[in-house]
């Protein structure tokens, strides 16, 4: 039974010596840091050329790097050149086949009316502006309506009677038809003018006048009119008054 025990405690002795051993032997090893603890047995050669490969192994890796880093600027680059190029050029918007139909028609229409006018041969340049008249023809003489106010608001019972009137007694001007709310205070007119909606209109007769004044109270498409003591004549489609 002792001989039993001795001969366990001697194998465990054995073995704790050997760990011992061992670890003492890492304790002294010679590895610096930079090679791994199994190329401590390797000479001075051998690890000189290990470091010098892990060297150059790095030098590559970054030069790889910054080359790589150099294309992705470029690249990003050449597209912002790209893009601020196509920013700053102005764009051209097609005409829709409508629009060209359109102005075709307009210009149409328009060389229709010069030809017809009898001013097809005349330059763009040379052109003058004219002032719309009717054409009445009385005594020989011509005599007709001269708008110098806008006339496309004005209702057509008026211009009737300015047709007539210019027919029956002269040539006739207008100054006045529609007016804005700042003209209308400017000229003294009414709160409530009816220039103000374009359903008025002031005149004069180049002509004589004898007449007009009963011809107009009579007329039954007028409604108010009156004449100034400047020589103009008053005319609209209110309800009859003279004032």
Known sequence: MFSVVSLGHAVMLLVLCTVLAACAQVGTSTYNGKLEPEAASLSKQQKAK?????????????????????????????????????????????????????????????KTKLRRRGKAGVSKGKRKRVKRKSSAFVGGKSRGVAW??????????????LGQ???????????????????NRRVGGKRRSLHLS??????????????????????????????????????????????
């Open 50 to 110: 290990i470091l010098a490969a892990r060297k150059r192994a790095a030098i590559k890796r970054t030069r790889d790097a910054k080359k790589v880093a150099a294309k992705r600027r470029a690249k990003l680059k050449k597209q912002r050149a790209t893009r601020t190029a196509l920013l700053a050029k102005p764009r051209k918007r097609k005409a829709s086949k409508n629009k060209v139909s359109r102005k075709k028609a307009a210009r149409a229409n328009k």
């Open 148 to 161: 110098n106010a806008p006339h496309r608001c004005v209702p057509g019972r008026l211009k009737k009677v």
């Open 165 to 183: 009137v210019s027919r029956k007694f002269g040539r006739v001007t207008i100054n006045s038809s529609h007016r804005s709310h700042r003209h």
């Open 198 to 243: 374009c359903r008025a209109v002031d005149f004069r007769v180049h002509g004589r006048t004898r007449g007009l004044t009963r011809w107009l109270a009579r007329n039954p498409s007028v409604g108010g009119f009156k004449r100034y003591r400047s020589g103009f004549y008053h005319i609209d489609t209110g309800p009859k008054r003279s004032w």
